[in-house]
């Protein structure tokens, strides 16, 4: 059984940062990719950062040069480095990756349980 576990959340100041980290249960052969979802009350979840298998990075319009998105190790499988955070960027942020079991293996997709960021002015 494989869990994601955000951490790292909290409220903060505007202009302060924030670093969220993946931690994965399990044993995971490699890391496909890892993104990062935001999600407010009552709105659809939506893509903030996606970290592809090639290294390719995308982000948000929004966060484009506040947020960096990086793979961690073997446990710690990813990071959202938040910067100059905003009162906009308040959202419970989700972790998602593409975990793989052994060598040549499928990827599957897991989702985190979220951990909430709150940002006053």
């Known amino acids: 059984q494989v869990q994601l576990v955000e951490s790292g959340g909290g409220s903060v100041q505007a202009g302060e940062s924030l670093r969220l980290s993946c931690a994965a249960s399990?044993?995971?052969?490699?890391?496909?990719?890892i993104a990062w979802h935001r999600q407010g009350p009552r709105k659809q979840r939506e893509l903030v950062a996606h970290?592809?298998?090639?290294?390719?990075?995308l982000y948000a319009d929004d966060v484009k040069g506040r947020f960096t998105v990086s793979r961690g190790d073997a446990q710690t499988i990813g990071f959202l480095q938040m910067s100059d955070l905003q009162p906009e960027d308040t959202f419970k942020y989700y972790c998602?990756?593409?975990?793989?079991?052994?060598?040549?293996?499928?990827?599957?997709?897991?989702w985190g349980q979220g951990t909430q960021v709150t940002v006053s002015s």
């Open positions: 970290l592809l298998g090639d290294n390719t990075t």
């Open positions: 998602y990756a593409g975990l793989r079991f052994r060598s040549g293996g499928r990827t599957y997709h897991f």
């Open positions: 399990g044993n995971i052969f490699s890391v496909d990719d």
